[in-house]
């Protein structure tokens, strides 16, 4: 393999009709109607509903089909009409704890038959993680069987209206969606020829309890230990200021490794950056707190942040967020007013404890997850149960193990996968991604390299790619390059054999591209070869390898 060169993937061509994009659902042929319709009559499948619609984007015509999988398994297909679809399989993959189907338009215009499941539960009616309140089945479904059931139902639909198997299947999601990627890979390692997985929430259990750690060091005692201040003396915090003095500390030690000044950390593992050292002349004299300092507590939070959660006895629980990450841990775990003091991870994990984590579950939600004036009454029917009440060392006793083992995609042994099906494999993960932290996707990566392929890199790489994405943030976002077609690569290298040795990101402002950079395959990383200025240019990078702390 030649490393020293990069290929872009193109996206490979479709046989959707440019003409029928404007085609409105009432001008499609009776008999399409009737085909689509006709999938009600399924005798070995529960189909609620099929008929032709038309897609929210583009307005493209397709056959839209809903189904149920006991016990309450929601599941959609999104099937191109018969002479528009390209002949392959698209499992669309989930967000957050999902409870809906979620629709990729975008995908059936390029002729992919597309499904998506609800994972076992709607939204509407249980929201968050209250689905899994005292329900073992619900709790599995989300975990694995939903996704599986969702593929061989809805493949029995593609075969059923096009007359044909798909010639290839494959799986694209990121966050949740990552983790399911994972799932299949090692639970169903027959479901898909290709699968692509961003920002994988595959230690799941283990990055909720260290959200639930982090949160609580930023609101306990008055949000003492906060990285946000109360300029007003209102008992709320207000202002930011602690987090751009330390957002610019970072960049003012760690920006310009890469060779430009930027903004952004292409390599935060050669970050030398010592929250003891670079913010030793922005302690708070007498430790007293304010608006340009740091106390103590502050300063041991901040090593906290990058450490990563630990028990009582000092014992790693999940790894710590890369220097460059700074400023989102304002919007996802520091109370403060430009998120109504109800910080984003929050919202995510919240209940996740309550109804996710141990096998018996210790009681519901308050009715506001941020209010430490409720107090939880445990006899109560149901009995009560808050996120500030978790000891962390619960993680390490063993108490999540049950569950861990349903909903945790960490096997690192792909060979049925990866050699036995000679499934295609991309990882990818953003270095600033705050939400799911980078570190367990890259070292999943050379598990997975050394369970599979003895430790062999090279022949990892025939099978399976890992991009990691300088300045991204949770699947998308960041002030760098984070944008560029997920599927298209994958598809290239399954039906072409032409792997990704790079992908090209582009970085957008007001829907105008102004940055593309080559993103290359892990150990590889980007490399400025100048000129001076021409950073946003990605002929000017070349790949270097991955340089540690």
């Known amino acids: 393999m030649n490393r020293t060169r990069f290929s872009v993937p193109v996206l490979v061509a479709t046989l959707v009709l440019a003409t029928l994009s404007s085609a409105s659902a009432q001008n499609v042929r009776s008999e399409e109607r009737a085909a689509c319709g006709s999938l009600t009559g399924m005798a070995n499948l529960t189909i609620t509903s099929a008929a032709v619609v038309e897609a929210s984007q583009g307005g493209l015509p397709y056959c839209y089909v809903r189904g149920i999988l006991p016990p309450a398994i929601g599941f959609h297909v999104q099937l191109p009409l018969r002479d528009q679809w390209n002949g392959r399989f698209l499992q669309w993959g989930d967000g957050g704890k999902d409870g809906d189907l979620d629709f990729a338009d975008h995908r059936v ?46 493949k029995e639909v593609v075969d059923t209206y096009y007359g044909q198997a798909p010639e290839y299947s494959y799986f694209e999601g990121c966050s949740t969606g990552g983790r399911q990627g994972l799932m299949e890979a090692q639970r169903y390692p027959y479901d898909f020829d290709g699968i692509v997985a961003g920002a994988p929430a595959h230690h799941y259990q283990e990055l909720n309890a260290a959200r639930t750690w982090l949160l609580q060091k930023m609101y306990m005692d008055d949000f003492a230990g906060s990285l946000s201040f109360d300029t007003d003396g209102d008992g709320l915090p207000d202002s930011a200021r602690k987090l751009e003095i330390l ?80 400023e989102q841990w304002l919007r996802l775990y520091v109370p403060h007013e430009g998120n109504q003091y109800t910080a984003g991870a929050l919202g995510v994990t919240g209940d996740h404890l309550n109804y996710l984590f141990y ?38 006793r063993g108490m999540g193990d049950l569950m ?88 290239e290298w399954v039906e072409r054999g032409v792997a990704p040795d790079a992908v090209i990101a582009t970085h957008s402002t007001d829907g105008i591209v102004d940055n593309a950079r080559p993103i290359f395959a892990y150990p590889d990383q980007a490399g400025y070869s100048g000129p001076a200025g021409g950073q946003n240019d990605p002929e000017n990078w070349v790949p270097e390898n991955f340089s540690p702390r």
């Open 109 to 154: 215009a390029e002729g992919y038959a597309v499904a998506n499941t609800n994972m076992g539960h709607d939204s509407g009616a249980e929201p968050g993680s209250s689905f899994a309140f005292d329900n073992r089945q619900a709790e599995i479904d989300f975990g694995y069987r939903a996704v599986h059931l969702t593929v061989v139902a809805a």
């Open 404 to 491: 861990m083992g349903i909903t945790d995609a960490t096997d690192p042994d792909l060979t049925r996968f990866l050699v036995s099906n000679g499934g295609k494999l991309i990882l990818y993960h953003g270095w600033s991604d705050s939400l799911i932290v980078p570190g367990k996707t890259i070292d999943y990566y050379e598990r997975m390299t050394e369970a599979t392929f003895a430790g062999d890199l090279e022949e990892a790489r025939d099978h399976s790619r890992l991009f990691m994405i300088p300045g991204m943030g949770h699947c998308r976002g960041g002030p760098a390059p984070d944008s560029w077609d997920k599927l298209a690569p994958l598809v």
């Open 247 to 326: 957002a610019e500390a970072v960049l003012r030690q760690c920006d310009t490794i890469d060779g430009i000044h930027d903004g952004v950390i292409d390599n935060p593992l050669a970050c030398d950056f010592d929250p003891d050292r670079d913010l030793a002349q922005r302690m708070c004299r007498d430790d007293a707190n304010g608006n340009e300092c740091f106390t103590k507590l502050q300063l041991q939070h901040v090593k906290d942040f990058y450490s990563g959660a630990y028990d009582s006895f000092g014992r790693s629980v999940y790894p710590g967020h890369t220097p460059g990450s700074e």
């Open 359 to 396: 096998e018996t579950d210790p009681g519901v939600t308050l009715p506001t997850l941020s209010d430490f004036s409720l107090t939880p009454d445990p006899e109560r029917l149901p009995p009560e149960w808050a996120w500030w009440q978790f000891d962390i060392d619960d993680v390490t």
